[in-house]
């Protein structure tokens, strides 16, 4: 696996390890404080062959492999929103560490929506599925690191954003600096609400480490994956958002753009996992699990 460390700038500064998932494009990180070694894992992906619908922890098991190398304590197992490309490995992980898996509080308003879609009215509790549901503003430690979530809504209606000292995880709003930023069209998902929060993050001081949740290299000249970028170098060059790009410029843009994108292909399955903190569904009497998957509720006409 792909990775590349963030040293820490100081006292409550993270030194930030990423790892990235070839599969989904998945920046994943550790983000440890270098006083006491404390950490949180962020977005971590769970393995999935959407052919087989099979499911399995090896990417997971490398990200703990490297905490334990390093002699980290897990602290916390995070996930900004409920990922439709890739499906979380946080109660996995959180079973393995101990550490609670969290998440922000408007999943429930996800839930709601994806409750509809599977026609499932009864499925999906994140209240009892993940161990703490953040509200915007609200303040956690990792280590003596301060941490402050940040509703980042418009790619899902309840994206948040984790604010670590000189560093923020801002997972799919922003893509890499010479990309752009994440799509908005998923259900729930607002270009208007992705701009003001963006906005948001670009008010955070100048050299605020940003780290993002997605890269699809070859991007350019560029050939390895890349997520971390500073505050003003988005401000100056983000071909979306840099420069000061109106609201009403960038909502056209990134609808014309989001118009010419095909779904994530495990985002079917996603939803109905990562709703439930990561668990598959329920085993049926033959104790197998069964995913549920709508017919024409998405997508286009096969031609
Ligand atoms: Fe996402």
């Excluded at 984790?162 to 259900?187: E, I, K, Q, W």
């Excluded at 955070?204 to 949740?213: M, V």
Aim: aromatic share 8%; with cysteine.
């Amino acid at each position: 696996m792909f990775t590349r460390e963030s040293p820490s700038t100081g006292p409550g500064s993270p030194r930030v390890i990423g790892f990235y998932d070839d599969p989904t494009g998945s920046c994943q990180y550790v983000a440890a404080c270098p006083a006491t070694g404390k950490c949180a894992i962020i977005d971590p992906v769970q393995d999935f062959d959407p052919a087989a619908a099979h499911s399995g922890v090896e990417t997971a098991q490398a990200i703990l492999d490297r905490v334990r190398q390093e002699g980290l304590e897990v602290a916390w197992v995070l996930d900004t929103h409920p990922h439709a490309d890739h499906l979380t490995a946080g109660r996995w992980l959180a079973e393995q560490t101990g550490a609670p898996h969290a998440i922000g509080a408007r999943v429930t308003e996800i839930a709601a929506l994806w409750r509809d879609y599977y026609n499932l009215p009864d499925a999906f509790d994140p209240a009892a599925d993940f161990d703490r549901l953040f509200a915007d503003g609200e303040t956690f430690q990792v280590g003596e690191m301060d941490v402050r979530v940040m509703l980042s809504d418009g790619h899902t209606l309840g994206s948040i954003t984790f604010v670590m000292g000189d560093a923020a995880f801002v997972h799919d709003t922003l893509m890499h600096v010479d990309v752009g930023t994440s799509r908005a069209d998923f259900p729930g998902g607002s270009s208007a609400d992705l701009y003001d929060s963006i906005q948001e993050i670009l008010a955070l001081p100048d050299t605020t480490r940003l780290f993002i949740g997605h890269d699809y290299p070859p991007v350019k000249d560029r050939k390895d994956p890349a997520w971390e970028a500073t505050v003003a170098a988005h401000r100056a060059g983000n071909p979306h958002v840099g420069g000061g790009r109106s609201k009403a410029a960038f909502c056209t843009l990134r609808d014309d753009r989001d118009a010419t994108l095909g779904l994530p292909d495990r985002m079917l399955h996603a939803l109905q996992v990562n709703l439930r903190g990561g668990r598959l569904p329920p085993p049926e009497d033959d104790g197998h699990s069964y995913f549920k998957i709508p017919a024409n509720r998405f997508g286009k006409e096969p031609r």
